[in-house]
């Protein structure tokens, strides 16, 4: 047999959401700031991690090209500047230039969201170990909101969402 439990703690008067209120001025701003944040729905981060991470990408994707073509500073970039093991410069070049390309607008459409981001975590593990292992911290950034996207997808603004809804109601 067990003991009957004691009465909850009634609240204190003024609190909307059945919350304590704090005395100090301070907790009071915490706790109307954690209150406002957990508000904030969990897939905007991912669209904002989508958005950020296709600006970066597509920016150094275009210092790479002029018009359709790759440059010849790209081309001398690779062969003598980054070391990549295991591939051919000219080859290394025209794939990081392609993938710069490619994969933030997927990212952007939210389309193959989590193989775009893969691919752009292998670059950018490629760069950070043989390109520029000194700029780690803004490279530990980028692996974040990569890995964020892969573990938990583009979320409903997405095309990934919209197919997989219409895939779901497609097979039912």
């Known amino acids: 047999m067990t003991s009957p439990q004691p009465p909850a703690p009634a609240s204190p008067a003024g609190s909307a959401d059945g919350r304590a209120v704090p005395s100090h001025p301070l907790a009071a701003v915490w706790c109307a ?3 406002g ?3 904030v729905p969990a897939w905007t981060i991912g669209l904002l ?3 950020g991470l296709a600006g970066v990408f597509w920016r150094s994707g ?4 002029s018009g359709w073509e790759i440059t010849d500073t790209t081309y001398f970039l690779f062969q003598d500047e ?3 093991p295991l591939l051919p ?3 290394a070049a025209q794939l990081a230039t392609t993938a710069e390309h490619v994969f933030p607008v997927l990212l952007v ?3 193959f969201t989590r193989l775009s981001a893969l691919g752009l975590l ?3 593990a490629v760069i950070q170990v043989f390109v520029y292992p000194g700029n780690w911290p803004e490279h530990a950034l980028w692996a974040t909101a990569l890995l964020l996207l892969i573990l938990r997808g583009p979320g409903p603004l997405s095309l990934d969402h919209l197919l997989g809804r219409w895939w779901r109601a497609r097979r039912r």
């Open 62 to 65: 275009q210092t790479k090209v």
């Open 82 to 84: 980054y070391a990549v």
């Open 37 to 39: 944040a957990d508000r």
């Open 33 to 35: 700031t954690t209150r």
């Open 109 to 111: 459409l939210g389309l």
């Open 89 to 91: 410069p000219d080859l």
């Open 122 to 124: 292998v670059m950018t």
């Open 49 to 51: 991690a989508r958005l």
